[in-house]
């Protein structure tokens, strides 16, 4: 496996940073209402690594170096884990697990319906992201993947209907999100492709 130790580091900090929050909650480090935070941390976590995902490309192009791609389905998967544990945790502490109220929540709450659809985005995307799925699908792969973009787009509508006030880290969320979004415009590749090329000459 290429770049081992880098997947290896990747996979103990996705994989610890939800025990760690455990137990601060335990410890009642995490405020009055301590499944609530989990769940908004979770869910912000699902954000961190999508945008991860998608820095992937663009600092291939600036750097020149072809390993950040090979981390970038691992990042793109964690991202779908920790909506998968934002969900988990929604239901467990806000629902206390009464699923018949989970419905009548995504007809009353447009936030929750919102969440949902990503995470059902999310699930195409990580149960597709496999070899034998890019074989299968061959050029409909990358055009089911590109779905990737909306769905970050519904992610963010997704936490700012959340924080709604205090949207200060949404913001810087959503600036993230917009460079990235930006540097895959085909003008703005080519003048990062130029600027390494100059840069490597400097060099």
Not at 57 to 78: D, K, V, Y
Not at 110 to 130: D, F, N, R
Not at 132 to 157: A, D, F, N, T
Request: glycine share 8%.
């Amino acid at each position: 496996m290429r770049h081992f130790w880098w997947r290896l580091l990747i996979f103990l900090v996705a994989a610890s940073v939800p025990f760690y929050w455990l137990y601060l909650a335990a410890i009642a480090a995490l405020g009055p209402d301590p499944g609530k935070v989990l769940v908004d941390n979770l869910g912000e976590g699902a954000l961190v690594f999508l945008l991860c995902s998608l820095a992937m490309t663009p600092l291939q192009r600036l750097s020149g170096w072809a390993g950040w791609i090979s981390f970038r389905r691992q990042l793109g998967l964690w991202a779908f884990a920790y909506a998968v544990l934002h969900l988990s945790a929604y239901l467990y502490f806000l629902l206390g697990l009464d699923f018949s109220s989970f419905g009548a929540e995504l007809v009353e709450r447009p936030y929750i319906t919102v969440g949902a659809v990503a995470l059902m985005g999310l699930l195409a995307l990580a149960a597709t992201s496999t070899r034998w799925s890019m074989r299968k699908l061959g050029r409909r792969w990358k055009q089911l993947h590109r779905l990737i973009y909306p769905m970050l787009l519904i992610v963010l509508l997704h936490m700012l209907w959340v924080v709604r006030a205090d949207a200060g880290r949404w913001v810087l969320y959503a600036s993230i999100a917009a460079l990235l979004l930006l540097v895959r415009l085909p003008t703005v590749a080519h003048r990062l492709a130029g600027f390494r090329t100059r840069w490597g000459r400097r060099a």
